[in-house]
């Protein structure tokens, strides 16, 4: 359960987040948080516990709150008909896993969350994430579960249907990250870069 504190702290973090909205996933503006910066990201004073939810990763296993447990993970939030931000957000992250891969006794799961089920099944979510790795998993499920997560995270996204079939998706660009108890531990807010990932990551999982 969340209580009157964690959710002021997402409300806080909602907006912060939601400054950093993709409008049709090419403009990008972001504001700084300033508790307990590191050079580009901001880690949470005290780590949020989450709700469950019930999603479906690209394997066609669940994917809930359990799946998250044991492991460090960086949560994206996007599509896959999305044309620069997405995809480039996805290299960047995988760049950044390679390249510490011989320095870290372990590596962040990389799992990008359509908040486009309608297009995005699982078959095609699969092939999508797989062009960038093996190693990235994909997300997705009814709109209603995805919103249990996103809610919790204070990401923000709008699917603009009334553009037609090649319709746009609105979304925040930041970076989640969750800890090996399936807690809200810090974010990454954009613009991203290979280096960004690279310089952070290391401090934050070497304190915890």
């Known amino acids: 359960m969340i209580n009157s504190n964690e959710k002021i702290i997402i409300k806080i973090l909602a907006f912060f987040l939601m400054i950093t909205v993709i409008t049709n996933c090419s403009n990008e503006r972001s504001i700084d948080i300033t508790s307990k910066k590191n050079e580009f990201s901001t880690v949470l004073g005290n780590p949020m516990s989450l709700s469950d939810f019930n999603l479906t990763a690209d ?6 709150l359990e799946t998250l447990k044991g492991n460090w993970s960086l949560l994206f939030f996007g599509y896959t008909h999305c044309p620069d931000v997405c995809p480039l957000t996805l290299h960047q992250l995988g760049q ?14 990389i799992i990008m969350v359509s908040v486009d089920p309608d297009r995005d099944s699982i078959e095609i979510l699969h092939q999508y994430v797989n062009s960038f790795s093996q190693k990235v998993i994909g997300v997705t499920g009814f709109l209603d ?27 925040s660009a930041a970076v989640i990250m969750i800890n090996k108890n399936a807690e809200f531990h810090a974010v990454f807010s954009a613009p991203h870069s290979t280096e960004h990932f690279v310089t952070d990551l290391p401090k934050i999982m070497a304190k915890n």
Request: proline fraction near 2%; charge should be negative.
């Open 59 to 64: 394997d066609g296993s669940n994917f809930n």
């Open 145 to 171: 579960e995805i919103n249990k997560l996103t809610s919790q995270l204070g990401i923000f996204y709008k699917i603009n249907k009334e553009e037609g079939e090649n319709y746009s998706v609105n979304h």
């Open 96 to 109: 950044a896993n390679k390249a510490l891969d011989e320095s870290m006794t372990e590596l962040p799961n």
